[in-house]
């Protein structure tokens, strides 16, 4: 294995040696490293290990040698570079070999952290732990911002102390400005009685506000004061109240953005973003697609006593061609769903959501050049090869070069492909073809040559 085109399994990387490493299949199956450039590492796993207490065995097991030999089993994981092999049986696996690759005590932080980005916005993270610095987390929705305010407060002196989570985006102005700083009893109508806000009621603790830039001008200019003087005022009170918490806020716009549309306050972002990181969204994290949805379906099936269904092949794929808009939050849902959606206990393609196409009216028809309509193609946010139209229809588009053959062009996974694509696209063929990368031809031909019945619009 090895970037040479010459090698029996090429991984196209410029981390991965020309002749990287060898796969020795026999009794067993064992890896070799061929002197490779940045090393092959290990990581054994311990089959008597539980997602609950993970031992140190989780981390690297050893970088092999120039020449060294180790004999691997199912469930055991291979670094070459930054590419990640994983060894599995044909059977489908123990649910006891699922692993969270992360060196971290359960619960704080990560639960896989494998990219590179992410392994540095979680160092940055612990080092920003350790002093009372505010934290700006940005990153996409459901990229995991909350995850980090937790590992954040765990890893710091307030550790079992109140973490207040709040959604910004959530509350109506009046309501959020009445939860964080409370008020005084017959401040306003329904004021019934004092109540202290929840910036006070998490004192010695840390307050994670989420969305921030959805946060009024009004009440971003209330924090502002809090972050200064240490205190907060409830509404309709005269007195202000000393209050010690650390804040860590998160938000998937750019701020500095909304500075220069007057949307949010220079003077706040400025106080707030003390340590900023961000955190890199899914499709731009492909090493940890395959764990995460393997720990997710894991979890889900251990909860609900279901037996934990295979994923095959074609779904991997599908997963590292889809853009995952939703990201690690909506991977999750796919993983919790498809148990109930798959057939003898194996997980395809078809429980995997196709890219999304905008509806026919909304594409610009001066986006595809009539010399050029019959031959574009959709790509994944990755790094994706050129494909030739009857390629393009045997395979989902995928970000990782793989050596295995593609499946035949009159298979049932090819056929459900089709049919996915005219149902999601209502019948229409030309959105179809578009959809899967091929010319409206190739799409009826193909429709033709599988006994397809001729799609209705709808």
Known sequence: MGRGIDNDIRIDDQSVSRYHLLIHVADGIAVEDLGSANG????????????????????????????????????????????????????????????????????????????????????????????????????????????????????????????????????SESLLESQLFGHERGAFTGANQTKAGLLESTDGGTVFLDEIGEMPLSIQAKLLRVLEERSVLRVGATKPRPIDVRFVWATNRDLRVEVQAGRFRNDLYYRIAGVEFSIPPLRRRPLEIEPLARLFLYRFCERSGLPMPELTESALRAMHAYSWPGNVRELKNIMERAPFLCENGVVTAAQIPLPPQPPLNEIDADEFPPEEQ?????????????FSEERALAEPLSSVPRSEPLPGI??????????????????????????????????????????LPRPKKT
Not at 374 to 386: E, G, H, I, N, S
């Open 40 to 171: 092959t590492l290990l990581f054994r796993v311990d089959p008597e290990d539980t997602l609950e207490a993970p031992t140190r065995r989780n981390e690297a097991e050893a970088r092999l040698r120039g020449g060294e030999r180790r004999l691997l089993e199912p469930g055991d994981f291979v670094r070459a570079g930054s590419a990640l092999l994983m060894v599995q049986s044909r059977r489908p696996a123990s649910t006891r070999n699922v692993r969270a690759l992360s060196t971290h005590p359960p619960g704080e932080g990560p639960a896989v952290l494998l990219d590179p980005e992410m392994k540095r916005a979680y160092e940055i993270a612990l080092r920003a732990a350790q002093s009372g610095i505010s934290v700006l987390i940005t990153g996409e929705t459901g990229s995991g911002k909350e995850v980090f305010a937790e590992t954040i407060h765990q890893r710091s002196s307030r550790r079992g102390r109140p973490l207040l989570r709040l959604n910004c985006a959530a509350l």
């Open 410 to 451: 009159d298979s049932e996974e090819e056929r459900q492909r089709v049919l996915r694509a005219l149902e999601q696209c209502g019948g229409n063929q030309t959105r179809a073809a578009k959809l899967l990368g091929v010319s409206r031809r190739t799409l009826i031909n193909r429709v033709e040559r599988l006994n």
């Open 374 to 386: 019959d031959r574009t193609q959709v790509f994944a946010p990755l790094r994706v090869p050129q």
